[in-house]
């Protein structure tokens, strides 16, 4: 089938503003969005731009808006978004070329909550064990591959980039309820803050835009709790 992606266009080193340009392909039904860039930038127009490397939902590079919805190229088939489809870089970053986006600010935070694990103590004599019920509690929270969908859809990170963001509280929390790690009381005092969770006003945005399927806000609700609760002792 003829399909007609309109892709974002922006080199600051060219152009005075952005623009929108319209390739026509043939495309299957089962084709990635990603297929379709790929076919532009090794077809048509190999000035065309955009972050990818796996192809296959695991590391996180290619997150762009499709059709308004922050969404992996690489896991958007042709058959579901139809034969019109527009491809604009995330939300809320600054735009370095086309569909790249200056993703720095995102890890910065991420760096900012401390995500490894801490624990000072004597190593055991074996593992540090942990059973299936404590580790059932950050399960959801080790699925996500930083891919950054998740802060850019939030309208609390579009009005300030000095908001943490629901990507980095998911790496926090990841951690924060890791029973083999000591540095919870650390990072709940990093995101108890007026940029930190409190900024985030359960929109959902992020749990409707993660590709892992994350309970993000609820990610971040527990976070919250956990603030509150430390503070009754
Ligand atoms: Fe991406 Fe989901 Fe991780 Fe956010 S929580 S960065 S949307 S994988
Ligand atoms: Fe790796 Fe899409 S290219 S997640």
């Not at 379709?36 to 127009?45: G, H, I, P, S, T």
């Not at 939902?57 to 290619?62: K, Q, R, T, Y």
């Not at 969404?71 to 370095?96: D, H, Q, Y």
């Amino acid at each position: 089938m003829e399909v007609k992606l309109r892709v974002f266009r922006y080199n600051p080193e060219t152009d005075k503003k952005a623009r929108f340009e319209t390739y026509t392909l043939e495309a299957e039904p089962n084709d990635q969005v990603l297929d379709l860039l790929n076919r532009v930038k090794w077809e048509q127009d190999g000035t065309l731009s955009y972050r990818r490397s796996c192809a296959h939902g695991v590391c996180g590079s290619d997150a762009m808006r499709i059709n308004g919805v922050n969404r992996l190229a690489c896991k958007v088939l042709v058959k579901t978004v139809g034969r019109k489809i527009t491809v604009e870089p995330l939300l809320g970053v600054p735009v370095i070329k086309d569909l790249i986006v200056d993703m720095e600010p995102f890890f910065d935070h991420y760096r900012s909550v401390l995500p490894f694990l801490i624990n000072d103590e004597p190593e055991p004599a074996c593992e540090r064990l942990q059973s299936p019920e404590e580790r059932a509690l950050f399960d959801d929270t080790t699925k996500c591959i930083l891919c950054g969908a998740c802060t850019t859809s939030c309208p609390s990170f579009w009005a300030s980039m000095e908001y943490v963001g629901p990507a980095a509280i998911v790496q926090a929390h990841r951690f924060i309820f890791d029973s083999r790690d000591r540095g919870a009381e650390a990072r709940l005092a990093i995101l108890d803050d007026r940029m930190g969770v409190w900024r985030c006003h359960d929109v959902f945005n992020c749990t409707d835009a993660c590709p892992r399927e994350i309970e993000v806000t609820k990610a971040v609700g527990e976070v919250k709790m956990a603030i509150a609760a430390s503070k009754k002792h």
